[in-house]
């Protein structure tokens, strides 16, 4: 979003009247909330808040100018941390909730909605944490993968699927010319961590505490703590994110089975992408790896860009 | 107008929101319902469960798009791909007809993804009526645009928000969702008649209603959408019947969803007032 004007425009008569207020009224709504979930008392150039929105925003009876900006702040970063939660358990778990509402707020500030749905809102902090590791320190390595993997599911869920490549295709084009796209909606993964069991603890235990909030007789319980997830200790883990019949799923993969589908989604031939396995691999597992795959429905035609890998 | 051309001629009857918990039960007891009113921006996407689920349900039940992120009344121009993907969904579901806000929320490409309120100026209805048509004409349907609830108004605006409503679809030609229950919150907020708002609008234009339930609070209403429609908000409903004719009726309850009978049963009860609308039409 560009720079708001200084001011709102007193009239609003041409589009572009119409453009310098909503980029003044986005500005302050958009801006991240004070301490105590305020709205900060001072506008970007210094000047009182409570004059800011006098100068746009009518008060009533019964609420300043202020107030009543400061309600639509408050629906947007509390719609928008709800979001980033429901798509990153996993993060939430691993950072605690102080450190995740830091690096949330300054994640949205730094890189707002570009797009018309909130499914796309954690499309870059994968990218986010890279840049500002403290915000995810002592544990940035961990929180990297986890974003990773948990942007993967997002993808899982509702990604592009293309055309399967059929057996009959495969068995006309010789290996040594053969090239394979992965399927949009299947991320590749090589982690340091066990994340896909890691992920797996945390939903399995927040799905608990909402069964558990659900029951008829929960209002009298006493309200305790949730059960902490021990943070996964460090195994070299591959994995496939995929759907299958629509359903999510993480597949864990042999380290050479890995390395045939990363060359694979990189562009290479198939008969360079089972050599990339190395020597050791016999041709009966390379086989039943690939009749494994193409069971899944993996293979699809290769667009244009390279396949989906973020390990 | 029970059919008009702004709802594609449809006579369409009492509908309630397709929501994910209750897309077992719908699948399974397969209830009848007249309707189902889906978020167009859920099943905006390429691939996966949520256009599985669709299908399924287009293979039972007739299906009205509503969208939350068209922003009319941005200035930004509509964004043609977008308009592709919308388009694309248009003829998966055969709507007959497609609903937004009478709102912004994005500027300069960042979302809010909020419904903001318009300044209420006559430069502001000309930009927002022109982005109608545009939309219109691309998707090729009718169009209803639907007020929104508010809290908050600006200096610069130059009539209610209903002269602003009533400027916009007749500068469009378009169709009127009307949300009594966004009248009702607004006039709360903004110390307004809400009567006033629903005799001062064409009727004639009306192509489908919304009823909802909201929340008080001390100070001001909220849209909340989690609680059954509230009194005064039947009586507004009636009243609107009866100036606007039998609409298509939507409940909507999005928060602290209650079973599908739940929700079902709340929406029915649009058939008390619509009989009695009728029997004052008689």
Known sequence: MKRPPKHAPARIGSTEDLRLFQRMM??????????????????????PMEKVAAEFIKPNDRLSSFERLQLYSRMYWFRLFDAIRDDCPGLLAALGERAFGRLAQAYLARYPSRSFTLRNLSSRLVQFIGERPRLTAPRTALALEIARFEWAQTVAFDGESRPVVSAASLARTPPGRLRLGLQPYVTLLALRHPIDNYVISVKRRDAMRSEASNTPDSAGAVWKPARKVPLPRPSRTYVAVHRHNNRLFYKRLDPDAFRILEALSEGRTLSRAVAAAGPGVSPARVRSWFKAWMALGWFCARGNGPGRRAS | MPANRFNGHCDYGIGIGLRVPHYAHILSKKPVVDWFEIISENFMVEGGRPLELLDRILEQ?????????????????????????????????????????????????????????????????????????????????????????SYAEFHASEMTEWEFLTEVVELADCGILLDVNNIYVSSKNHSFDPYDYVNNIPH???????????????????DTHDHPVLDPVWKLYAHATRLCGISATLLEWDDKIPSFDEVHNEALKANEFIDGAKKAAV
Request: aromatic content about 10%.
């Open chain 1, 26 to 47: 986005a500005a302050a709504v958009t801006r991240p909330l004070d301490s105590e979930d305020r709205l900060q008392s001072t506008w970007i150039d210094g000047r």
């Open chain 2, 61 to 149: 039940y007739r299906v009205v798009q509503h969208g939350v992120s068209m922003y009319f009344g941005s200035a930004d121009k509509p964004d043609r791909t977008h308009l592709r993907r919308l388009k694309g969904l248009v003829k998966r579901t055969r709507t007959p007809w497609l609903s937004d806000h009478l709102c912004w929320g994005s500027v300069d490409g960042t979302y809010t993804h909020d419904l903001l309120p318009m300044p209420y100026t006559f430069g502001a209805a000309r930009r927002t009526a022109e982005k109608i048509r545009q939309v219109r004409d691309y998707l090729e349907i009718p169009i209803c645009v639907e007020n929104v609830s």
């Open chain 2, 204 to 222: 004639h234009r009306v192509g489908q209603m919304h009823v909802a339930g909201h929340t008080k609070f001390e100070k001001y209403i909220l």
